[in-house]
């Protein structure tokens, strides 16, 4: 009596590994350039060298650089001048009615159909930074795109033009650090020497239309103009000779850099804010100087300071450092009596606004612009002790 498969006594083959059918080969060289004879078989794409001995077709990079064909000189219009990267080239080996590149393989394409081109405007799209191309990209939304960037720079110059430039005159300060080197060393001779100058008046500028006022000239045209570049040297002059002092006097830290810059800018502030606020409980209005004008006339005062401080490190004695601070403080006092006498007394001529001042009101502003000048002494005396 026969038993049961499962019952038998006799167990089953061992299993084995399966034996690989196909022989492996080493992976192919890299193709080389054809040295010549333009025949098929030497063309790194030609039909013999990519068909094996085992009847593969094997495929490979073409070499970055060479051109669409190799057997441009002399092959045939052979499969062996097909070039994949080539757009709209058909492969010869593809079989018809499949969308691969691999024969009887298709690859993204069902079986019977075509894959149609796209539009023109996509067809012709250009090569991104990384080398693949921007999707959706092309002549027309690169140019919408240009315009919308160009749009939107014109908007945000247009609104830093009305915001910004209403609370910072950027024209008047390039306006003021236009000078020339004659007009820096007359300047400076008239802030050291000012009663040798005979006209403190400014010049005005008027249209060449109708000769209408149209403010004043600038620096490089008129010496009696205020400017902010010879102010602004003369702080960073003074910020470094005082470090310079301190080091002298083996007292020197970086903090002294910072102090002296904030001494002198918080001087230069209060007494922009004291002309402002008199000007305007004076009631002064018409001709005037700008913000940016009246901080030039503050910042002369370091010219006279610079100087004092040279004479103390040079040493030469408490007599003489009193003679040139005196000296110099009486120079930029007078300086600032003629030279802001038009913002707080302008004259009826070159005045946009024609107003009659009483007896008191030009005693007060009198007053004002003399307890301006004086006041340098305190700011000179605590700038200049460094």
């Not at 908007?155 to 000078?179: C, M, W």
Request: charged content about 10%.
């Amino acid at each position: 009596m026969a038993q049961p498969p499962y019952m038998s006594s006799r167990s089953p083959p061992p299993l084995q590994h399966p034996k690989p059918t196909h022989p492996a080969y080493p992976p192919p060289e890299p193709p080389h350039t054809p040295t010549g004879g333009g025949s098929a078989n030497s063309s790194p794409y030609s039909q013999a060298q990519r068909i094996s001995q085992d009847g593969y077709i094997r495929y490979s990079s073409p070499p970055v650089g060479e051109s669409n064909s190799n057997g441009g000189s002399g092959g045939s219009g052979s499969s062996s001048s097909f070039n994949a990267y080539a757009p709209g080239q058909q492969n010869p080996n593809t079989r018809s009615g499949y969308g691969g590149n691999t024969p009887g393989v298709g690859v993204g394409v069902g079986v019977g159909h075509t894959h149609a081109p796209g539009p023109q405007g996509y067809s012709s799209m250009s090569n991104n930074a990384f080398g693949g191309t921007w999707p959706g990209m092309n002549d027309a939304t690169a140019q919408m795109g240009v315009q919308f960037g160009k749009s939107a720079v014109a908007a945000g110059q247009d609104y830093v033009e009305k915001n910004f430039t209403r609370y910072l005159p950027l024209h008047l300060i390039k306006v003021s650090f236009s000078v020339t080197n004659s007009y820096v060393l007359n300047k400076l001779r008239l802030v050291l020497f000012p009663w040798k100058n005979k006209t403190w008046s400014r010049q005005v500028k008027r249209s060449t239309v109708d000769g209408a006022m149209e403010g004043w000239q600038s620096p490089r045209d008129d010496i009696n103009a205020p400017d902010l570049y010879i102010p602004t040297m003369a702080l960073v002059t003074y910020t470094l000779l005082s470090a310079l002092a301190s080091g002298l006097q083996s007292r020197f830290h970086p903090e002294v850099l910072g102090v002296s810059l904030s001494k002198s800018l918080a001087v230069v502030i209060l007494e922009f804010c004291a002309i402002k606020l008199g000007c305007y409980l004076l009631d002064v209005r018409g001709g005037g100087a700008s913000g940016v004008e009246l901080i030039g006339y503050g910042g002369y005062k370091f010219v006279g300071i610079i100087a004092v401080i040279i004479v103390n490190m040079l040493g030469f004695g408490r007599i003489i450092w009193w003679s040139s601070f005196i000296y110099t403080f009486g120079a930029n006092a007078f300086f600032l009596l003629r030279s802001l006498k038009y913002v707080l007394l302008p004259d009826a001529s070159v005045s946009t606004v024609t107003t009659t001042l009483s007896h008191s009101q030009r005693s007060r502003r009198v007053q004002f612009l003399f307890f301006m000048a004086m006041s340098q002494v305190l700011w000179m005396g605590w700038l200049s002790r460094v």
